[in-house]
């Protein structure tokens, strides 16, 4: 093998502050993305629950929809198609800069430009795009695991006494919820991950970066290779982080 | 102007490029792959069927690694199961792209690369699948069949797995679709495949994206949704022959 590994160079110099930009982009888009998909993904739950039709019908076709498209059509849609139905208001607020936060910033005499925090119509189309994916994703778990616990717990709650509303505040959601977290989570995972998908539109998150490394300074396996330990770093310390959260807080429910 | 007044024209192109985004500039040929220049949605489904049919085999050893005895086997299919579930599909494809021309001095084909990608993405989940799905019989089915004078592999070669993999079928389409959502992805390391041939259009006419990528939406979901619903139908058929606990 005559190929020379280059693994300091990888992760110092001007090579390694753009992996640190693009880790520091990549868990601030997909922060937001979880989020605004979260609660997305209630409403689009809730929808789902009501008695009218409409609604189930708008709800049904939204999660079915989104999930059988692919996220890259998505994001491509959302940013090269979707000027042409929205508002040409919605347009000029997607197609400014913003500084997400703090912006440019002087601390201990050093000079931050925040670059890397601006927030350029490409990010607000991924975050757009990896929320609605995700949301109908979140949606269905939320469903499943209302409808995991038994009906009848609804029918004797209502039975004591309790109206729908706090059959479901009190007896329906804290048990839905312990069932609910694990798999949520591991969607929140899957969106950090899809997250690098945002590299197609040049959005500058740590896969970007990676492609950055390979053509400036030709580190192209070490880039990427760095890069895939950031992603495997952090797809780690959370799911160690359920494992804790399932020991500790799950009730052990035997039906 | 509103947009009805270009939607005839729009739709139009949309309607003219249609044949590419369904196979590419395919041409019959007679020598060995019978085909070239395949490209769109045919390319895609060539991706994922070659893809899944790889994986199952790498997918189906790891997951019988993962519930093995042996502790070497079993560490070592954690680790690979874990480390590639953990890592978006979109680094793998760079890395094997880009790991090529270490280990052979010359890079290997976008497709083909992309292809190893998925194959080793994709088996990591059926390993997951398989162990699941070997996990969900009784456990008197192995003990019935040890107890009968089967050997272990005997076992599980005649008595678990060919209950095991029938329940696992809804999955496996499941992850096909996945796996075909995600054969969108070879677009950005230049696989001629629907989401590139979609941008070649793009790129091409510049002021029909909207009506594009609603078309690539909607042949993507035509594709995973009939298979979607085609595993759920076969959920329910199958529960009804599934080995219980009593």
Same mark, same amino acid.
């Given at each position: 093998?005559?190929?020379?590994?280059?693994?300091?160079?990888?992760?110092?110099?001007?090579?390694?502050?753009?992996?640190?930009?693009?880790?520091?982009?990549?868990?601030?888009?997909?922060?937001?993305?979880?989020?605004?998909?979260?609660?997305?993904?209630?409403?689009?739950?809730?929808?789902?629950?009501?008695?009218?039709?409409?609604?189930?019908?708008?709800?049904?076709?939204?999660?079915?929809?989104?999930?059988?498209?692919?996220?890259?059509?998505?994001?491509?849609?959302?940013?090269?198609?979707?000027?042409?139905?929205?508002?040409?208001?919605?347009?000029?607020?997607?197609?400014?800069?913003?500084?997400?936060?703090?912006?440019?910033?002087?601390?201990?005499?050093?000079?931050?430009? !925040?670059?890397?925090?601006?927030?350029?119509? *490409?990010?607000?189309?991924?975050?757009?795009?990896?929320?609605?994916?995700?949301?109908?994703?979140?949606?269905?778990?939320?469903?499943?695991?209302?409808?995991?616990?038994?009906?009848?717990?609804? *029918?004797?709650?209502?039975?004591?006494?309790?109206?729908?509303?706090?059959?479901?505040?009190?007896?329906?959601?804290?048990?839905?919820?312990?069932?609910?977290?694990?798999?949520?989570?591991?969607?929140?995972?899957?969106?950090?991950?899809?997250?690098?998908?945002?590299?197609?539109?040049?959005?500058?998150?740590?896969?970007?970066?990676?492609?950055?490394?390979?053509?400036?300074?030709?580190?192209?396996?070490? !880039?990427?290779?760095?890069?895939?330990?950031?992603?495997?770093?952090?797809?780690?310390?959370?799911?160690?982080?359920?494992?804790?959260?399932?020991?500790?807080?799950?009730?052990?429910?035997?039906? | 102007?509103?947009?009805?007044?270009?939607?005839?024209?729009?739709?139009? &192109?949309?309607?003219?490029?249609?044949?590419? =985004? +369904?196979?590419?500039?395919?041409?019959?040929?007679?020598? =060995?792959?019978?085909?070239?220049?395949?490209?769109? &949605?045919?390319?895609?489904?060539? +991706?994922?069927?070659?893809?899944?049919?790889?994986?199952?085999?790498?997918?189906?050893?790891?997951?019988?690694?993962?519930?093995?005895?042996?502790?070497?086997?079993?560490?070592?299919?954690?680790?690979?199961?874990?480390?590639?579930?953990? $890592?978006?599909?979109?680094?793998?494809? =760079?890395?094997?792209? =880009?790991?090529?021309?270490?280990?052979?001095?010359?890079?290997?084909?976008?497709?083909?690369?992309?292809?190893?990608?998925?194959?080793?993405?994709?088996?990591?989940?059926?390993?997951?699948?398989?162990?699941?799905?070997?996990?969900? &019989?009784?456990?008197?089915?192995?003990?019935?069949?040890?107890?009968?004078?089967?050997?272990?592999?005997?076992?599980?070669?005649?008595?678990? +797995?060919?209950?095991? +993999?029938?329940?696992?079928?809804?999955?496996?389409?499941?992850?096909?679709?996945?796996? $075909?959502?995600? $054969?969108?992805?070879?677009?950005?390391?230049?696989?001629?495949?629907?989401?590139?041939?979609?941008?070649?259009?793009?790129?091409?006419? $510049?002021?029909?994206?909207?009506?594009?990528?609603?078309?690539?939406?909607? &042949?993507?979901?035509?594709?995973?949704?009939?298979?979607?619903?085609?595993?759920?139908?076969?959920?329910?058929?199958?529960?009804?022959?599934?080995?219980?606990?009593?």
């Amino acid at each position: 093998m005559q190929y020379q590994f280059n693994w300091i160079a990888t992760v110092t110099g001007e090579p390694g502050r753009w992996l640190w930009e693009g880790f520091v982009t990549t868990l601030e888009v997909s922060f937001i993305g979880i989020v605004f998909a979260m609660i997305l993904g209630i409403v689009i739950c809730v929808l789902r629950m009501t008695r009218f039709k409409p609604f189930v019908w708008f709800s049904v076709a939204y999660t079915e929809f989104f999930r059988n498209t692919p996220l890259l059509v998505q994001i491509f849609f959302w940013y090269f198609g979707a000027g042409v139905i929205l508002p040409d208001s919605i347009n000029d607020w997607i197609n400014q800069l913003y500084y997400w936060f703090p912006g440019p910033f002087t601390l201990g005499g050093g000079e931050y430009t !925040g670059e890397w925090m601006l927030f350029s119509s *490409e990010s607000v189309s991924v975050i757009i795009a990896l929320a609605v994916y995700t949301s109908a994703f979140i949606a269905e778990e939320l469903r499943a695991g209302i409808f995991s616990i038994p009906k009848n717990q609804l *029918e004797a709650s209502r039975a004591t006494g309790l109206t729908f509303l706090q059959a479901y505040r009190f007896v329906i959601m804290p048990q839905a919820i312990r069932i609910v977290v694990p798999p949520l989570i591991s969607q929140f995972l899957n969106l950090i991950k899809n997250s690098s998908l945002a590299m197609a539109l040049g959005v500058t998150e740590l896969t970007y970066q990676a492609t950055q490394i390979e053509s400036y300074h030709g580190l192209a396996f070490e !880039g990427f290779t760095v890069a895939t330990l950031i992603y495997l770093a952090i797809s780690l310390v959370v799911s160690f982080a359920i494992n804790m959260y399932n020991k500790h807080f799950m009730l052990q429910v035997k039906y | 102007m509103s947009y009805w007044d270009v939607a005839p024209e729009h739709w139009g &192109l949309i309607w003219d490029n249609l044949d590419y =985004f +369904l196979w590419g500039a395919a041409k019959f040929t007679d020598q =060995f792959p019978y085909v070239e220049n395949l490209g769109g &949605l045919a390319a895609s489904i060539v +991706l994922a069927v070659l893809g899944i049919l790889g994986a199952f085999w790498l997918g189906l050893g790891a997951g019988l690694m993962r519930i093995s005895r042996n502790r070497f086997a079993k560490y070592t299919s954690i680790v690979y199961i874990e480390a590639i579930r953990g $890592t978006p599909l979109l680094m793998l494809i =760079f890395w094997f792209f =880009f790991l090529a021309p270490i280990l052979m001095g010359q890079t290997l084909p976008a497709f083909h690369s992309t292809l190893i990608a998925f194959i080793v993405f994709t088996s990591a989940y059926i390993g997951e699948i398989v162990r699941a799905g070997v996990n969900a &019989l009784p456990r008197g089915q192995m003990e019935a069949a040890r107890g009968s004078g089967l050997s272990h592999v005997q076992a599980m070669r005649y008595v678990i +797995l060919p209950q095991a +993999l029938r329940n696992m079928i809804p999955s496996f389409v499941n992850q096909f679709v996945s796996l $075909t959502k995600d $054969t969108s992805l070879a677009y950005i390391i230049g696989v001629n495949e629907l989401m590139r041939t979609a941008v070649q259009v793009d790129n091409r006419e $510049t002021k029909i994206s909207f009506e594009i990528y609603i078309t690539i939406a909607i &042949l993507y979901f035509v594709v995973c949704y009939v298979l979607t619903s085609y595993s759920r139908r076969l959920e329910k058929k199958l529960s009804r022959y599934q080995a219980r606990d009593r």
